[in-house]
């Protein structure tokens, strides 16, 4: 990599141009990975903010586990027998039950995905 500088009032200032960055809304799970590579993974952090890769990578941890706290739910639901049925028949069971699948498949995201 060459450098090449420019001379202003007898100084030499290096010509630096930044990468081209991606600007992706980053949601809950993206954000929670951000606050533990942060605090825990400081190594990681630091090479993806100066390579301009730590908008793209939160994108994709977040997606990754929206995806897989969809695909948990949907699998618990139909394992557990959850279904429209029992929502028109009992619909307190029925948002329980969701609510217990849901907070199981979001546990297993934060251990899996987030929190690596």
């Not at 639901?77 to 279904?83: L, P, Q, S």
């Not at 849901?102 to 979001?106: F, G, T, V």
């Given at each position: 990599m060459k450098i090449t500088y420019r001379e202003e009032n007898g100084c030499f200032y290096p010509n630096l141009v930044l990468l081209d960055q991606t600007n992706y809304t980053i949601g809950k799970y993206g954000l929670l990975?951000?606050?533990?590579?942060?605090?825990?993974?400081k190594g990681r952090y630091t090479t993806?903010?100066?390579e301009c890769r730590l908008n793209k990578y939160l994108h994709k941890i977040d997606l990754e586990a929206t995806e897989m706290i969809d695909s948990i739910i949907?699998?618990?639901?139909?394992?557990?027998?959850?279904?429209?049925d029992l929502k028109g028949r009992n619909i307190l069971r029925w948002v329980c039950e969701m609510n217990n699948i849901?907070?199981?498949?979001?546990e297993i995201v934060l251990r899996e995905v987030v929190y690596q």
């Open positions: 990975h951000l606050d533990y590579i942060k605090e825990y993974r993806l903010l100066s949907l699998h618990l639901a139909t394992e557990k027998g959850i279904d429209e849901k907070a199981s498949a979001e």
